[in-house]
């Protein structure tokens, strides 16, 4: 129980698989949850659809989203429909546009950091956010959010629109852990947290009044809801309906992608030879600035995958924060579960498969809490590696089934015909990586995060130097500072000084 209510939640079932291995039971009170680090196990979890969401768990964010969403409803028909209607908004075509969306917000956050000036300590944290929030806002809904803008304006509603929705994740957060806490009204705390919530609503109902009355950028998730049938009626999506749709999109681009660009400026900072690294790749694109090239080339879309080095340092950051780092809880209500053909899941257990802890666990990965960007620089990195899987061999082969070996080795669990892929061409090979999770639930919006985290980086990087502000308390300030409300986040964001580069003006 004392598990539970941790404030760093993401780290406690880390905790519990290095202590006790790769498959744990914990019971909380009635409730029983089997907990798998095993990558085999955890994969063939999240791409089955024998378990679905465990609503009990995700029903906790109905009073924040205003009802059941996409991300938090079961795997239904109407999971189906939104899920197909507002897929095309995340497409590599899209992808273009969102380009320029980052690029120009980013650019916005470079000339607020430039007037700040070296010396001045800013909370990187909330202008991340800020900057995230303004990408989906303009990318997605085709409403300018104003949250950088605001710290000039000064416009009370714009600027308080990150602390509502950071508020509004605590609150709820706070709800899981904090047993009663829906009955403490006479607490300042408790209703500060309603006051959030109040407010992020009123947000999320100002952006469906705004894609009703106007014309939504085509092709964006905005207009793609509007444009979707219910599957029951035939009708157009109702009020009630959109809402939480557009709450769970806005929230889960936001926190997401805002805080992993903080830990990113963090783990960067935190290591002089990796930031090297980046620049001397920006350098042989010609797109760092320096005191003889203080007007380098502006970065383009088809710069992105050529970025190798900074995407390997972003994977190494999302295997080390990934976000979601609770991971996913799942169930079935209805019937038992068999994972590799031998263990049994009574129906009516929870099943988490908590990201960080397979991220972060000794026997997944060798020593995971080194920042090593170079390691993904190794082809396959993401799939479990044979000679470490943790559980005895004997689970890891199916006698009866038609097994495959994978490259290295691996079985690919149920792999038909002796091939290595599905029929989508997906590999089937056991993953120990699962930042934007896996399967049918995985995250619709990765594409847009892929981009939007390499677009800030790169430019930013191109601009300034971090560094952490000493009332950070250095690296042990930083962990201790860590939480977890719904995506892991810090206690009071992440100060630093924004160091402008040679040859920046
Ligand atoms: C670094 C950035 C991001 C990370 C690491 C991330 C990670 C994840 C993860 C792990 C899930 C599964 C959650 C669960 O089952 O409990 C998820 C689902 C989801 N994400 Fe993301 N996400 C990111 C950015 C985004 C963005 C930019 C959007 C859209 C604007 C988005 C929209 C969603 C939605 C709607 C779902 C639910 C999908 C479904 O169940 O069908 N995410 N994400």
Known sequence: ??????????????????????????????????????????????????????????????PFLGGKSLLTGHTDEHWKTVRKAVSPAFSQGNMRDAFGHVLDCTMA??????????????????????????????????????????????NAEETRAVDALLGSTKEVSKRVQQYGRWWGLWSANVRGGWEDLGRFRAII????????????????????????????????????QLFPEIAALFFAGIDTTGHTGTFILYLISQHPEVEAKILEELDSMELSITSERPRPRPLTYPDLPKLTYLQAVIKEVLRMYPPVGGGQMTMSQSHDITLA????????????????????????????????????????????????????????????????????????????GGTDVDESGNSKRPKRYFPFAEGPRNCVGQSLAKVSLLVTTATLLQHFSFRLADEMGGPEGVRASERYPLVIGLANGMSMHAIPRPGVT
């Open 205 to 240: 109902q100002g952006l469906l009044d705004h894609i009703k009355a106007g014309q939504p950028r085509p092709g964006s998730f905005g207009q793609l809801l509007l444009a979707a049938r219910d599957p029951a009626t035939g009708r157009a999506l109702s009020d009630a």
């Open 341 to 416: 053909n031998r263990l049994v899941i009574p129906a009516g257990t929870a099943i988490w498969v908590p990201h960080h802890a397979i991220q972060n666990v000794s026997f997944n990965w060798d020593q995971p809490n080194a920042f090593m960007p170079e390691r993904w620089l190794v082809p396959g990195t993401e799939y479990a590696v044979t000679e470490k899987l943790p559980l005895p061999r004997g689970w890891y082969t199916e006698p009866d089934a038609d097994v495959a070996a994978g490259t290295d080795g691996v079985p690919s669990h149920g792999a038909a």
């Open 1 to 62: 129980m004392r598990f539970l209510a941790r404030l760093d939640l993401h780290r406690a079932a880390t905790e519990l698989a290095e202590r006790f291995g790769p498959l744990v039971r914990i019971r909380v009170m009635c409730f029983h949850c089997v907990i798998i680090t095993d990558p085999v196990l955890a994969t063939e979890v999240l791409r089955s659809r024998a378990a679905d969401k465990m609503r009990l768990i995700y029903s906790f964010l109905d």
């Open 109 to 154: 956050l470079v000339e607020f950091l430039k007037e700040g000036g070296p010396e001045r300590v800013h909370n990187i944290d909330n202008l991340l956010l800020r900057e995230s929030m303004d990408v989906i806002g303009r990318f997605g809904l085709g409403k300018d959010m104003n949250a950088l803008a605001s710290l000039k304006t000064g």
